[in-house]
């Protein structure tokens, strides 16, 4: 007799459980690195795009980029002056708070600064990002901005509603029973609001790379030796973008080797039992993923 189908076990797990030897993997590789190259940036970035973090790193082909378990990567730079393993490396590896990331190369500070300065990618804002427009839809049909401008299909119309909009469903057209204003520029803009941008097709998020700060094994401008470290003034409107992308730019407190205690034991043991834990940025690309568009339509 045939085995009933709904005997069938179906694991759903998406990802192999990390071992300490992918830990320690991780420690060798940010160490062979940073061993190699002559100069150690720390980047934020803002509107986060797992696309176009892959696409930087295939542009920076021959360096190296580092996002992600920072706390393995300090341990592997060292925190204090006893465990770096370059000099100056530790006030880079105090630096690794938040959502930010490595950049590890040979090319000059000023090819870093102007090639991040140049470097951005138009995408969908996101809750808590900040209108670059105002943008008000007349009553009538709405139209989402392509070109031509194309009225929205008859199966969006429920979800506008449920968004807030005033629309109604006329001759098959969703439609605007009267004026509507989505967002005000300046504002920050609400899961909802950031929804509807992304219906009628409206980009106003930029991904880019936010250098912070670097190590020089030449030495920076003006000084010699190994072990300079140079912080990178902001901009009002980079240090808002820092700052709503959840990256702490003060560094950690450093503390001596010698006072090592159960403390450091803990913090093995949470690197170890958080591998596993889903990247925050798959999160929410998977939550956008899961927002519909137009019919038909391509992003």
């Not at 190699?36 to 980029?65: C, D, P, T």
């Not at 920076?220 to 959840?246: C, F, Q």
């Amino acid at each position: 007799m045939a085995r009933t189908k709904r005997a069938k076990v179906v694991s759903l797990t998406q990802t192999k459980a990390k071992t300490r030897e992918h830990k320690e993997n991780i420690i060798e590789s940010v160490r062979d690195a940073a061993n190699q190259y002559s100069y150690i940036w720390v980047f934020a970035v803002s509107n986060m795009r797992n696309a176009y973090l892959s696409e930087v790193r295939s542009l920076w082909n021959g360096s190296k980029i580092f996002f992600g378990k920072l706390r393995v990567i300090a341990k592997a730079l060292g925190e204090t002056p006893e465990e770096e393993i370059r000099p100056g490396v530790g006030k880079i590896a105090q630096r690794l708070r938040g959502n930010v990331g490595l950049l590890m190369t040979d090319s000059p500070p000023a090819e870093v600064l102007d090639w991040c300065s140049d470097y951005r990618r138009l995408d969908y804002a996101r809750m808590g990002n900040r209108a670059t427009e105002t943008v008000k839809l007349p009553a009538g049909p709405v139209h989402c901005r392509t070109d031509p401008p194309e009225t929205l299909p008859h199966s969006i119309e429920p979800q506008l509603r449920a968004l807030g909009m005033p629309t109604q469903l006329k001759m098959g057209v969703p439609t605007l029973l009267e004026d509507y204003t989505v967002c005000k520029k300046g504002e920050k803009l609400t899961a909802e609001k950031a929804q509807i941008l992304k219906h009628l097709i409206i980009q106003m998020a930029h991904f880019r790379l936010i250098p912070l700060v670097y190590w020089s094994a030449v030495g920076a401008p003006g000084e010699d030796g190994e072990g300079s470290v140079v912080e990178m003034p902001l901009s009002d409107e980079d240090r808002e973008l820092v700052e709503t992308s959840n990256v702490i730019l003060e560094p950690k407190a450093s503390r001596s080797a010698n006072s090592k205690s159960r403390m450091d034991e803990d913090e093995d043991e949470d690197d170890e039992d958080g591998m596993d834990e889903p990247n925050e940025f798959d999160a929410i690309e998977a939550r956008d993923k899961a927002m519909m568009l137009p019919e038909g339509m391509q992003l």
